[in-house]
């Protein structure tokens, strides 16, 4: 089993900043990606930000300049740095995990962050 364990929600102004961690776990794969997605009350979920094995990254147009991913390997641990944050990044934050040899994604349980003054 794999298990992917976040933290780091919460809540914040506007303007204010959270770092979300997530920690995989269990049995180990080799991650091809590793990435942060979120969906608001109504709303579809949406790709965040993703890092690659490779280092590459790839960001929703909304966050660009504002939220940063990055990985540490020996950790086993994605990071999404959040800046700048607005009311209209309040959602259920969710990490995402794509195993390499199999293809396969595994999901965290969600941490919510809420954006608000």
């Known amino acids: 089993q794999v298990q992917l364990v976040e933290s780091g929600g919460g809540l914040v102004q506007p303007g204010g900043s959270l770092r979300l961690s997530c920690v995989v776990s269990g049995r180990r794969i080799s991650l091809y990606s590793m990435g942060w997605y979120r969906q608001a009350p109504g709303k579809r979920r949406e790709m965040v930000a993703e890092?690659?094995?490779?280092?590459?990254?790839n960001q929703a147009a909304s966050v660009k300049g504002r939220f940063t991913i990055a990985r540490d390997n020996t950790k086993n641990t994605v990071y999404l740095q959040m800046n700048s944050l607005k009311p209209e990044d309040t959602a259920v934050y969710y990490c995402?995990?794509?195993?390499?040899?199999?293809?396969?994604?595994?999901w965290g349980q969600g941490t919510q962050v809420t954006v608000s003054s």
């Open positions: 890092i690659y094995l490779s280092g590459l990254t």
């Open positions: 995402n995990v794509v195993e390499l040899e199999t293809n396969d994604d595994y």
